[in-house]
């Protein structure tokens, strides 16, 4: 195939009628090597692009793009439209000459294997504003007129973020909510008068959402060249202190100070005996539909113009979403309230059309409406390897169980133990479960899952990182319903090599997937 045919092979993948099975990598770019602290969307970010390229995968899975907000979680941003900036490649800034060498040094010492996320934030920002300096007195006319293009194309979301992100510098990080009424609901007039006050740094944060996505394209472009098709990551929900609420309040159940009145989580299940409280504030989805569900199409569109496929997180809560009253300690005292259902996508539809490459992640307590309205829609649901083999019973999670192809195959998520920290930590019945399913000895068993995976029925096959190079529960990325050490997992340069990806290829030739 052309580059041209790839990808847009790739744009409608999800309603694909060939009988082409595809695989991938989860990983999200904070992982990727780099000396700054942080994996960007540099050199390491293209290195892992062209090892995929090698390894005969066409799937590059990540983790929501936003900028972070609680505990550093991509699932609490500050916007759901905005870019993650701690991603932006300090090199690429000094290509397009919004940076010197010497601007970037000297650089602290970081460590290779965890990412520091106030450490790099200070030592990030502190070049961001340099960069900002630089690009405010630039001749480069090309440059220039890129940035009024973006500007002019994400005025929708761009304005009510940039000033909500000065408000917070304004008001040293405290949340919307809590702040004066003037820029807390604001009318035109006072709108107009905050927006004079805090131009300076409203442009400032223009500037470097700018960096972002013009970072962000030019490596969605390469990975699309060389046959790579990203999956993007929604969560059903949005922070309570974000530009989203704060510019939307009126899509959103708060009370009149802008606290929520319910929250969002999930009653007890795999991941917590208690359930996961989110703390998320709950839509008015009477009030979406009265506008048409204006909010989402803008969301959704926005994704798919930085993403080939899109896994919505927490699906099920668009059949119905776990409501817990406000103050509540724990997830446990909620009650299920019904959500849009295929009101909302067939709305989405109307406005984008009818192939929507959507993934929907169906974990958790899954009804028989739950499953109506995925298969109705269409969307490929997720099946974890590592669930097929917790217990004794017969899994719908092992691979000889799977009634169609329209899925995707894990080993494991962002949320699940590495594979071999799973195994090293299961109990021996599990562990036996797994080598006799397998015909293995397990010394290589993320591997063996890996080899499992691809062998399935499922279209879609996805591993992360930490599995490919056989890490342990030290390096996973998330641990539920646990507020630090998650989200800073990194692996090392030269640890994804020619041999590995020559393996892999090899492993997903053998299972028919295609190359």
Known sequence: MKDEEIIMHFKVAAEDKTNHRYSGVLVHPTSFPSPYGIGDMGRGAHEFIDFLAMAGQHLWQVLPLGPSGNGNSPYQSYSVFAGQTLLISPELLIEKKLLTEADVHPIPEFNADRVDYDKVTTYKTSLFKKAYEHFRHTADKNLLEEYDSFQSNNQYWLDDYCLYMAGKDYHNGLPWYEWEDSLLDPTPKERASWMKLLASEIDY???????????????????????????????????????????????????SKGYP????????????????????????????????????????????????????????????????PAGEETAMNGKWKKGPG???????????GEELPIFAEDLGIITPEVEKLRDTLGFPGMKILQFGFDGTGESTFLPHQLSTRNCICYTGTHDNDTTCGWYEHTNEQNKDKVRRYMNTDASSVSWDFIRTCLGTIAKYAIFPVQDLLKLGSEHRMNTPGTATGNWEFRYRSGLLDEGMAKGLKQMTELFGRWG
Do not use: C
């Not at 359930?275 to 709950?282: C, D, F, I, R």
């Open 205 to 255: 944060y223009r500037f470097i959402q700018f960096a972002f996505f013009s970072q962000w394209y030019e490596l969605k472009d390469y990975a699309n060249k060389k046959g790579i098709a990203i999956i993007g990551d929604i969560p059903i929900f949005t922070a309570p202190d974000s530009a989203d609420v704060w510019a939307n309040k009126e899509l959103f159940k708060l009370d």
């Open 261 to 324: 009145l319910e929250v969002a989580g999930v009653p007890p299940d795999y991941f917590s005996a208690t359930g996961q409280l989110w703390g998320n504030p709950l839509y008015d989805w009477d009030a979406m539909k009265d506008d048409g569900y204006r909010w989402w199409i803008e969301r959704v569109r926005n994704q798919l113009d930085q993403v080939d496929y899109i896994r919505i997180d927490h699906f099920r809560g668009f059949e119905a979403y776990w409501a817990v």
């Open 342 to 352: 295929e009101a909302l996508f067939e709305a989405i539809q109307k406005a984008l």
